[in-house]
C-alpha cells in the first residue's frame, strides 16, 4: 500500500489537494482525486484570474478553456482546447479519454461533444471579469518600462507569468495501490490571441503520467514548456533514475537554454513532479515565484519552488 499525496500547482491549488486528499484516503483511485481537485479550482470563481469562469478572457473578450487528465496505469489521456462554454473542461477531457478513440478535441467539435455528453452551455462571465478584462486590456495600455519582453505573435510577451498572473492547475495523484494519475485545467495566459492554444491540453508539455516513471505537469508560458516538451521530459529524466527535484531542474535548465536562443529571459515556467514512491519535486525559472502545494495524510503545506537561472 502507498502513502497517499497530492501536488499542485499554485497557492490556489491547495484547494484541489484538500479535496483529491479526501479522495485518496478512501481507497479512490488517482486519476479521480486529481479530477475532484482540479474541479474544485475551476468551480471557485473567487481565484483571481484562475481556472475555469471567471478567469481573464482572450483578447476579443472571449473565454476559451483547455484541459487535459491522463491515467498512469494505462497511458489514457484525453484533452479539449479552446473549448467555450462549458464549466468543466477537465471532465471533458475525460469523456474524450473514456468515450472517443482520440485524445484531442479543439473549439466547436469540443463543444458538440461535450453537448452530446450532456454537458450544459453556460455563460462563463462575471460583471467583475468583464471590467477587469476592459480595464486591462493590452492594447490599451502603453509598454510597460520595466517588461522588457519583446512583443511576439503569440501576445504571451505582454503578460507575466509570476506570482501574480497565473492561471494553471496542475494536479497530481499517488493512491493507496501505488498508481499515478493527473489533470490540467486552464483558461490558459490573459488576452491571449483567439484560438491560441498553450501547453495545458498538450499530453507531453502540460501534462505527462505514467506509472512506470512518473508524473509531471506545468505552468507558465504554454509556448516555451511546448517548444521543449516539458512534462514529457521529465517524465523520462524519471524514467531514467533522476529524483522528481533533478528532473525538474533539469527541464528549467532546458527551457531557459531554448528561450535564450531566441533572445527571451528567463523562459518564465514552472515544473512540478511526482514519482511513483512518492518523492516531489518542482522547479521554476527566475522571475516566477512558483509556489505549489503538497498534500500527505491530512496535512497540506504550500511550498515554494527553486528558482533556476538562465546561468544554471
Ligand atoms: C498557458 N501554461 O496557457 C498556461 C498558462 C499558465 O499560469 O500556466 N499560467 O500557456
Not at 499542485?8 to 479522495?23: C, D, H, I, S, Y
Not at 482540479?38 to 481565484?47: C, G, M, N, R, Y
Not at 479539449?80 to 469523456?95: S, T
Request: hydrophobic share 40%; net charge neutral; proline share 5%.
Amino acid at each position: 500500500m502507498a502513502e497517499p499525496i497530492t501536488i499542485a500547482t499554485w497557492p490556489f491549488g491547495r484547494t484541489a489537494v484538500e479535496t483529491a486528499m479526501k479522495l485518496l484516503a478512501k481507497g479512490e483511485p488517482a486519476l479521480d482525486a486529481a479530477l475532484a481537485g482540479a474541479q474544485a479550482v475551476e468551480d471557485d470563481t473567487s481565484i483571481r484570474n484562475s481556472v475555469g469562469f471567471g478567469s481573464l478572457p482572450d483578447r476579443l473578450g472571449r473565454l476559451t478553456l483547455d484541459a487535459c487528465v491522463m491515467d498512469g496505469r494505462t497511458l489514457a489521456c484525453g484533452a479539449v482546447a479552446c473549448v467555450e462554454h462549458i464549466k468543466h473542461p477537465a471532465a471533458l477531457a475525460r469523456r474524450v479519454m473514456e468515450k472517443t478513440p482520440h485524445v484531442l478535441l479543439v473549439g466547436e467539435g469540443a463543444k458538440w461533444f461535450a453537448l452530446q455528453q450532456g454537458f450544459p452551455l453556460e455563460v462563463p462571465y462575471t460583471a467583475e471579469s468583464i471590467k477587469e478584462w476592459l480595464e486591462s486590456h493590452p492594447d490599451k495600455k502603453k509598454p510597460d518600462a520595466k517588461d522588457k519582453a519583446p512583443v511576439r505573435a503569440d501576445g504571451a510577451s505582454s503578460i507575466n507569468v509570476d506570482e501574480f498572473n497565473h492561471d494553471t492547475v496542475t494536479v497530481l495523484s499517488l493512491d493507496k495501490k501505488g498508481h499515478l494519475g493527473g489533470v490540467c485545467t486552464t483558461s490558459g495566459l490573459g488576452y491571449k490571441l483567439p484560438g491560441r492554444v498553450g501547453d495545458s491540453p498538450i499530453i507531453g508539455a502540460g501534462l505527462y503520467v505514467d506509472d512506470l516513471a512518473g508524473a509531471a505537469g506545468a505552468t507558465g508560458v504554454g509556448e516555451e514548456i511546448i517548444r521543449i516538451g516539458g512534462s514529457l521530459f521529465i517524465a523520462e529524466q524519471l524514467r531514467a533514475g533522476k529524483s522528481p527535484q533533478e528532473a525538474c531542474e533539469l527541464a528549467c535548465k532546458r527551457a531557459n537554454a531554448a528561450s535564450g536562443r531566441r533572445g527571451v529571459h528567463p523562459a518564465r515556467v514552472a515544473f512540478l513532479a511526482l514519482d511513483p514512491k512518492g518523492n516531489v519535486g518542482a522547479a521554476c525559472t527566475e522571475k516566477t515565484g512558483f509556489k505549489y502545494a503538497v498534500g500527505r495524510g491530512d496535512k497540506v503545506e504550500l511550498l515554494t519552488a527553486k528558482e533556476i537561472g538562465p546561468q544554471a
